[in-house]
């Protein structure tokens, strides 16, 4: 198993910007897939980034792309997301996904998840 952990989520206004961290188990790391994906009350959970393993390939979903930006350090068994220009769309819990393979873009694709970390965008 992988465990993953997020870090790095908070309240911010909107225009801000916050840079999440997922931390990985270190045994498969370099063979994963990572994704971010986002879900807020009530709501289908939403695709939101991907890397590839070697971090030359990465999707992002249409509602962030330009403002987000995905990226890993294998070094250090972390993916993280930086998040610019942040508005009250963007209020949801945001989850880290591995799967063993290449990128997805369904959160149904993805075999590990961390617990989340909310993300609140205020006015």
């Known amino acids: 198993q992988v465990q993953l952990v997020e870090s790095g989520g908070g309240m911010v206004q909107t225009g801000g910007s916050l840079r999440l961290s997922c931390a990985a188990s270190?045994?498969?790391?370099?063979?994963?897939?990572m994704g971010w994906f986002r879900q807020a009350p009530g709501e289908e959970r939403e695709f939101v980034a991907t890397i590839n393993w070697a971090g030359d390939l990465t999707y992002y979903g249409d509602s962030v792309k330009g403002r987000f930006t995905i990226s890993r350090d294998n070094a250090k068994n972390t993916v993280y997301l930086q998040m610019n220009r942040l508005n009250s769309e963007d209020t949801a819990v945001y989850y880290c996904a591995a799967r063993t393979g290449d990128v997805r873009l369904q959160a149904t694709e993805y075999d590990f998840w961390g617990q989340g970390t909310q993300v609140t965008v205020s006015s």
């Open positions: 270190g045994r498969y790391f370099l063979s994963l897939a």
